[in-house]
């Protein structure tokens, strides 16, 4: 009993000595390469919608009951395309007045059909001729009397004298009167100008290449003048309208390029900043900006929605490591980092991915050496450098 007494203690010391000993320690041997940085240009990704490059409200400019609409939602129009017709009858009417006031007033000055009015000399008008004859006539009866001053009464004298300023002043009139009625003659030339005028806006025309985007009236609608009648879109080049936040403002320049794609018609646009806000959005704390995209096909349409892509700075630089560097877990991004011949985790906050590259925030700095393979990575101690680097 003394004997098992003596050997049990010594038995389960020994136990005791294997159950604390560490568990020998993991040997990594994956192969390595060292952060260095690299071109990384400065690229940002914003969403806009596409807008009309033009958009404009076709209007009527007179009155009148519309005759014809020659188009309707969707169809494509030309510039100067007549696209409303409203009843010119009485317009018609007055523009045949017109003509015949004009003709009146140009034969009150003797003017013939198919003179200029530049030719008329109020001197040649016959009103001006008969007051010029007659003063003249005055004028040398009264000289008669001045040298026959002892032969004549003063009374008669003085008859000669009214008489020649009478027929100057008939003069004078006539002349006016003529030139009166040459002014008439403009008048009455613009009045015929206007009538036209509005004869011919009964024609509503379209005011460029375009898409009718919407219609407001139908035949037999009464309109007046400044009511609406079409929505004409230009869509030839469309404009992409979209925003960068506040802290990236200071870098958006005209002139840089912008890709656009848009997933719902799996197309793609490539513009330049083409026009840029002159002040932030105080709501959103962005700069709004548009990029013109051509369109000539016809195959986009305003209102779509797309995403941009614009290089800021071409000449950055930044950390980016392999995308197979990476481990993800629970929503963590994590890297193998080496210290000291140890390999430890390391949390990294991503940024963008190009190729098979992905760019680091924070986390990783230029000099740090990682594991080539995260998911062959675990805590330990790094093997052979030699022997783990062959295939970086």
Wanted: glycine share 6%.
């Amino acid at each position: 009993m003394l004997l098992v007494a003596i050997l049990f203690p010594v038995g389960c010391s020994h136990q005791s000595q294997k159950k604390t000993e560490p568990p020998p320690e993991q040997v990594v041997q994956v192969a390595t390469f060292v952060v260095e940085p690299m071109p990384w240009p400065t690229v940002i990704r914003c969403q806009g919608s596409l807008i009309a490059d033009e958009t404009t409200t076709v209007s009527a400019k007179v009155a009148g009951r519309v005759q014809t609409v020659h188009c309707e939602i969707g169809d494509r129009v030309k510039d100067e395309q007549i696209l409303v017709e409203i009843d010119d009858k009485e317009y018609r009417l007055f523009a045949e007045q017109s003509d015949a006031q004009l003709t009146q007033a140009r034969a009150a000055v003797g003017l013939k059909p198919g003179d200029p009015l530049e030719k008329l000399n109020p001197e040649n008008a016959p009103p001006v001729r008969e007051a010029k004859a007659i003063l003249e006539e005055a004028t040398k009866s009264l000289a008669r009397f001045q040298t026959l001053t002892d032969a004549v009464s003063k009374t008669d004298l003085e008859v000669a004298e009214a008489a020649e300023r009478v027929a100057s002043a008939r003069y004078t009139s006539a002349q006016n009167s003529v030139r009166e009625k040459i002014a008439l003659v403009s008048v009455q030339m613009a009045l015929k100008g206007l009538a036209y005028q509005r004869l011919a806006d009964t024609k509503v025309p379209s005011p460029f290449d375009g898409e009718i985007q919407s219609k407001s009236v139908a035949d037999g609608t009464y309109v007046q003048p400044g009511q609406a009648l079409l929505t004409l879109v230009r869509t030839e080049e469309l404009r992409f309208r979209a925003s960068v936040p506040e802290k990236y403002a200071h870098q958006l320049k005209l002139g840089q390029r912008v890709d656009v794609s848009f997933d719902l018609s799996k197309q793609k646009r490539s513009g330049t900043v083409s026009r840029i806000s002159p002040n932030l959005d105080p709501m959103s704390r962005s700069l709004g900006f548009e990029v013109d995209l051509d369109n000539s096909d016809g195959s986009l349409r305003s209102g779509l929605f797309g995403e941009a892509t614009i290089e800021l700075d071409p000449n950055a630089s930044g950390i980016a490591i392999p995308t197979k560097a990476i481990l993800r877990f629970a929503g963590v991004d994590k890297v193998w980092k080496v210290v000291d011949g140890r390999v430890k985790e390391q949390v990294v906050l991503l940024g963008s991915t190009r190729q098979d590259m992905v760019e680091i925030r924070t986390g990783v700095n230029a000099g740090d050496r990682l594991l080539g393979e995260a998911d062959k990575g675990r805590p330990g101690k790094l093997g052979d450098p030699e022997k783990a680097d062959k295939d970086t």
